[in-house]
């Protein structure tokens, strides 16, 4: 017999973000708020919206507060944008961002390529942007890259994931975000991984962050779950794609995600219709088809 | 813990025959050819080369004799073929087939639809094929389509399956092949169809044919290796799309399941660079992307 499922799984939509953020080409910001506006109605419970890092380091997402400005907020979700910094936070702060999320990496390598720090100094910096998002009672999520593997370095040790994790806890951020960045985990991976990672920190504080590049996002989240995770990122329609592989899937997808889950008698709040309704919004606004199986299958604009 | 797995899982490729009839147009037969000799080569024990159904109703696979008189032979790989009746049989034998396979469903509108037979009519067709393979020393594969749901009646009790599944085992059938062949299947439905299969067969005598039209395919083949299922078929690079849904994936794609596999420490001694490279020589053919994943990820000419 399988193990006992949970009956209700949290879906952050990380579409606009992760997902645009990884689009070669910028979309325009009304077509980002109306994105944002659909995903809004769709059940979702969390959104992270943009990024307040420079626009010349992510161009596409140069438009975090003019995004944040346009939106309109739906009640019961959380609205939540990356930041790396002091000035990142102050911008995120004057856009009435509930929820912020840092983010450093389990590999060195991806960390220096990625943000020119090593793991602790990263961490190192997280710890004013902490302390003054507390005082604004901001929730703070640190997302771990490479959890499994790293572009570079390959395999990572889950040992030094739990590290990191421990180390971020100790700062005090609210939530573990765990990215398999580079979509090669296998549902063994996921094992291995939370062998470890829970020694410090339960699985239920942990959000598991899968990309389906080769089409093994689903079976990890499966996985998780029976691991005790219940809160995964996901994209919209696959949203986020790399550019280098046209049609080559970045993110798990939320329909996938929320079909099956539909199906094996858990919830997710998450209306099919409504997020595949989202998807064909920022379809047409990228010009290229989304690579989700279910919003391949049900979209009726295909 | 996750269940013990077994190191060893064996792979049909049954993308000549379910993947390109499902194909819109028709492949010339050297390319046919070609791909099958590059299978060959991959390491895969088992390849369902074409259909010996009149070219009238599947002009796609009307030159099965061809293919099988062109081919080249690999030690180790059984060549199989669909046969509806004792005339398919007949052009089998003709060309050394080693293993045939016939089909009906355990939906009656399926049948009545597709082969213009109650699955009463259709098993009793079988009996003078079945025992004139037999007489030829030819193992006998059944498919029994729509084992989950049916494109015309919707979802298909588990007790139905079991039903067919006994009666094609009374009249003597080697191996059932249980075929979820609109691709909504979740993990939870493996585990009801099996609970009533396993009461007429041992699911390591059943080979279990996912679609992946909705993501969740590799999902319940790693759920039904847990059940003691050990025989999968998959098509290279997810080949037989439906034509209606362009890239809207069809089979489960076979390098997705040998690399998830591979990952998880099971073997099914099929090399995936060479997998890869067959797939590359049926997607110049057919003049589309093919959609499986590890294919889009990892082929050097995608």
Chains 1, 2 share one sequence.
Do not use: W
Request: glycine share 8%; aromatic share 4%.
């Amino acid at each position: 017999m399988p193990p006992a499922v949970p009956s209700r799984i949290r879906i952050t939509e990380v579409g606009p973000r992760d997902g645009l953020q990884n689009e070669r080409q910028t979309v325009p910001t009304a077509d980002k708020i109306a994105f944002i506006n659909a995903l809004s109605l769709s059940g979702v419970p969390e959104i992270e919206v943009s990024s307040f890092v420079s626009a010349r380091q992510v161009p596409q997402l140069g438009d975090a507060s003019e995004v944040f400005a346009g939106l309109t907020r739906a009640r019961g979700v959380v609205y939540s944008a990356l930041v790396p910094n002091l000035k990142g936070l102050e911008g995120a702060l004057a856009c009435r961002v509930e929820k912020i999320a840092v983010f450093t990496a389990a590999s060195e390598t991806f960390n220096r390529r990625n943000i020119n720090a090593t793991i602790a100094e990263s961490i190192d910096r997280f710890a004013p942007v902490l302390s003054r998002a507390k005082a604004h009672a901001i929730a703070v999520r640190a997302y771990i890259s490479c959890a499994v593997a790293c572009p570079y370095e390959g395999p990572i040790q889950p040992s030094a994931v739990a590290d990191v994790a421990q180390r971020l806890l100790d700062l005090g951020v609210d939530e573990i975000d765990l990215g398999e960045t580079i979509g090669v985990a296998a549902p063994t991976d996921i094992d291995r991984l939370y062998e470890a990672v829970s020694a410090v920190v339960e699985p239920s504080r942990t959000t598991l962050h899968l990309h389906d590049t080769r089409g093994t996002a689903l079976a990890c989240l499966l996985r998780a779950i029976e691991i005790g995770v219940t809160s995964f990122d996901a994209s919209s329609g696959g949203l986020g794609g790399c550019p280098f592989a046209p049609g080559a899937s970045g993110n798990l997808a939320t329909e996938d995600v929320v079909y099956c889950l539909n199906r094996m008698g858990m919830e997710t709040g998450i209306d099919l219709r409504r997020i595949i309704g989202a998807g064909e919004i920022i379809q047409r606004a990228i010009g290229r088809p989304l690579p989700g199986r279910v919003f391949r299958a049900e979209s009726p604009n295909r």
